[in-house]
């Protein structure tokens, strides 16, 4: 991916904070949101073409009472990580009410592997959720990450290139420097 198409990739998830948790948190704390989602995001593309594997092994594990189920899962997954809960993040979309959004998006977050669970719980993220249901954005912020000009997947999307690994570092890198420039925290604190 070149750098223009990256730098608009990292503008628009840029903005994405911007457009939905002003009001709700103040500039310098959007990170603590966007930053997590964004890796959310980007797990559940990753995720989306083996998730009907995964459940379906799941089950089966289930059924036979195997209670070390992780390497199988992986397996299934065809990923160091998996998810089993039984929604992507588009299926969380379109909820009807505020509560359930709240209670289906953390069954999906409970249904990361535990490798992701660490990573969810080194960010804090679950600590942001009640605020961003209060405020009714949790909504708006999945969607806007859905949205289909921005392909944070590996895969092609609708004629937008894929994001390999790489790429998809150092679009978080940047991430991280804009949140910590815009508090003015010295240069490469953010690599500490």
Same mark, same amino acid.
């Given at each position: 991916?070149?750098?223009?198409?990256?730098?608009?990739?990292?503008?628009?998830?840029?903005?994405?904070?911007?457009?939905?948790?002003?009001?709700?948190?103040?500039?310098?704390?959007?990170?603590?949101?966007?930053?997590?989602?964004?890796?959310?995001?980007?797990?559940?593309?990753?995720?989306? %073409?083996?998730?009907?594997?995964?459940?379906?092994?799941?089950?089966?594990?289930?059924?036979?009472?195997?209670?070390?189920?992780?390497?199988?899962?992986?397996?299934?997954?065809?990923?160091?990580?998996?998810?089993?809960? %039984?929604?992507?993040?588009?299926?969380?979309?379109?909820?009807?009410?505020?509560?359930?959004?709240?209670?289906?998006?953390?069954?999906?977050?409970?249904?990361?592997?535990?490798?992701?669970?660490?990573?969810?719980?080194?960010?804090?993220?679950?600590?942001?959720?009640?605020?961003?249901?209060?405020?009714?954005?949790?909504?708006?912020?999945?969607?806007?990450?859905?949205?289909?000009?921005?392909?944070?997947?590996?895969?092609?999307?609708?004629?937008?290139?894929?994001?390999?690994?790489?790429?998809?570092?150092?679009?978080?890198?940047?991430?991280?420097?804009?949140?910590?420039?815009?508090?003015?925290?010295?240069?490469?604190?953010?690599?500490?």
């Amino acid at each position: 991916m070149d750098q223009s198409q990256l730098t608009g990739l990292t503008n628009f998830i840029w903005n994405i904070a911007d457009d939905v948790l002003r009001d709700v948190y103040v500039r310098g704390k959007y990170r603590d949101v966007i930053l997590p989602m964004t890796v959310l995001r980007r797990l559940d593309a990753v995720l989306e %073409p083996t998730k009907k594997a995964v459940l379906d092994m799941k089950k089966a594990l289930d059924r036979e009472c195997i209670v070390h189920q992780d390497d199988a899962l992986r397996s299934a997954s065809g990923q160091a990580f998996y998810n089993t809960s %039984p929604f992507l993040l588009r299926d969380l979309k379109s909820r009807a009410s505020q509560q359930a959004l709240r209670n289906d998006f953390e069954a999906y977050l409970d249904g990361f592997s535990p490798n992701v669970q660490d990573i969810l719980t080194n960010f804090e993220f679950r600590n942001q959720i009640p605020r961003l249901s209060k405020a009714d954005v949790l909504g708006p912020l999945i969607e806007k990450l859905l949205d289909s000009d921005l392909n944070i997947s590996p895969y092609p999307v609708n004629g937008k290139p894929a994001l390999d690994n790489h790429s998809m570092g150092t679009m978080f890198e940047d991430l991280v420097r804009r949140f910590n420039e815009a508090n003015n925290e010295e240069a490469g604190e953010h690599w500490t």
